[in-house]
């Protein structure tokens, strides 16, 4: 039998010496998943989880009024649920949304939702605002960084924010930038969460808002 090779061709036998024939045997290369702070996933309309810290927030309302306890630190209910924040509400009028606030729900005397949120940074300043909800079913963490192009803008629009991470309840952390927050998502931005507090008539009204949805948390009679 004649040995085959001599039947190999110069070419092939200059490749097998160099090693340049990829085993079939190679391992497949290596793709790292995103979702960690160090590799965070695109950020976008779809992935946003603004909608899911409203639904956290939802077994926390207080369908009552409450009544501003005289430290003004605290609103009472009738059924003994509790809603504390600091820092206490001003006496005089003005724009309580632009404020940082942290807030604590409780019902049956146990700790139902947890609302920590700085004022948007107007200023445009180095570090973001943070924005975090915890309930019954978990919590998300938002930063916002800012523009000093978009100083006194009043709500989260396009172009307002500059930079947004998040990190959503199963753990992932997203983030984007610049046109990457408003690309794919109708004409609108990737949604926010925010905390407002309204004045109504006889009332001041606490209320999570992101998306075009609003959870209103509660009521409190000054």
Do not use: H
């Not at 610049?178 to 949604?191: A, E, I, K």
């Amino acid at each position: 039998m004649a040995n085959c090779a001599f039947f190999l061709s110069p070419l092939l036998i200059v490749c097998l010496q160099a090693g340049c024939l990829e085993s079939p045997y190679a391992p497949a290369p290596t793709v790292s998943a995103c979702g960690t702070e160090e590799v965070p996933c695109a950020l976008s309309c779809a992935s946003s989880c603004a909608a899911v810290a409203l639904n956290l927030s939802t077994a926390c309302m207080m369908t009552l009024e409450g009544t501003l306890t005289p430290s003004r630190t605290a609103c009472d209910f009738a059924d003994g649920s509790l809603a504390d924040f600091s820092p206490p509400l001003p006496a005089e009028g003005g724009d309580l949304s632009r404020r940082s606030w942290s807030l604590g729900l409780r019902r049956q005397d146990k700790p139902c939702l947890t609302v920590r949120s700085e004022a948007f940074p107007w200023d445009g300043g180095p570090s973001p605002s943070q924005t975090t909800v915890e309930g019954p079913s978990g919590s998300i963490v938002q930063e916002v960084w800012g523009d000093t192009a978009d100083a006194g803008t009043r709500d989260l629009g396009p172009g307002a924010a500059r930079r947004v991470r998040l990190r959503c309840p199963d753990g992932k952390y997203y983030a984007g930038a610049g046109d990457q927050l408003c690309s794919g998502c109708d004409g609108r931005c990737v949604p926010l969460v925010s905390l407002r507090v309204v004045r109504l008539s006889t009332a001041l009204e606490f209320r999570l808002e992101g998306g075009g949805q609003v959870t209103p948390l509660f009521t409190c009679a000054p």
